[in-house]
């Protein structure tokens, strides 16, 4: 069975740093998806970032960018330029490609200090 | 893009009593559909999906149950609330385009 693993449960920076959340998984699947989730104090969830295991070049989305790095079974995200609005909780998940189901890690909430 | 309505926002209910949650989803056809609860500060707990009308799968034994009467509705319901049922409880829309899951923004549930 898949399983996320985030070793984080939290962390603080300065608002304007750099902080990277790290997230590992486990599985026997060649193909599948990796997502980065935020859930800021609405407790609305919001997809960040998505990465297809089958491509080799790191997603990117204006200050979110991942390091994929599929032997190490590691998926971290990198926040540059921390902004007070990213004070949330970040949830790493997994989707085999043959199965819808999201596979969810525990979460790291993270702080941003003015 | 889709566009997941949920409702109500916040709901106290005794214990004993009924519960009927609900979500339409908009902007898409045929999806996934997931209910999922979330205790505070923890991550999430699948429930129920749903691939089509009618099917539902269950993750989790439990005093709830879910329907979809319809391709974009899906009702989560109880007979009877029990203590334990208190949560944060999200419903999520998938299709097949993105692999991704659009969420609505969650019914914070008290039992008393």
């Known amino acids: 069975a898949q399983t996320v693993t985030q070793s984080q449960p939290e962390m603080s920076v300065q608002e304007a740093e750099t902080v990277t959340l790290s997230c590992t998984y486990d599985?026997?699947?060649?193909?599948?998806?990796l997502f980065w989730y935020k859930q800021p104090p609405s407790r609305q969830m919001i997809l960040v970032i998505r990465q297809e295991a089958y491509k080799q070049q790191n997603a990117t989305e204006n200050r979110f960018s991942v390091n994929f790095q599929k032997a190490a079974k590691s998926f971290s995200l990198k926040i540059s330029d921390s902004q007070l609005g990213d004070t949330a909780m970040y949830f790493c998940?997994?989707?085999?490609?043959?199965?819808?189901?999201?596979?969810w890690g525990a979460g790291t909430k993270l702080i941003i200090k003015p | 893009s889709q566009t997941i309505h949920q409702w109500p926002a916040t709901l106290v209910q005794p214990v004993g009593s009924p519960l009927s949650l609900e979500c339409t989803v908009e902007?898409?056809?045929?999806?996934?559909l997931y209910w999922y609860r979330q205790a505070a500060g923890r991550g999430l707990q699948l429930l129920f999906y749903?691939?089509?009308?009618?099917?539902i799968s269950s993750e989790v034994p439990q005093n709830l149950s879910a329907s979809r009467p319809q391709d974009r509705q899906f009702i989560l319901s109880s007979k009877k609330l029990l203590l334990s049922d208190s949560g944060f409880y999200l419903c999520?829309?998938?299709?097949?385009?993105?692999?991704?899951?659009?969420f609505g923004s969650g019914t914070r549930l008290t039992v008393v």
């Open positions: 902007g898409t056809s045929n999806p996934n």
């Open positions: 999520a829309s998938q299709t097949t385009l993105n692999y991704g899951y659009t």
């Open positions: 998940a997994f989707m085999k490609d043959s199965n819808y189901q999201l596979i």
């Open positions: 599985t026997s699947e060649n193909n599948y998806y």
């Open positions: 749903s691939v089509g009308i009618g099917q």
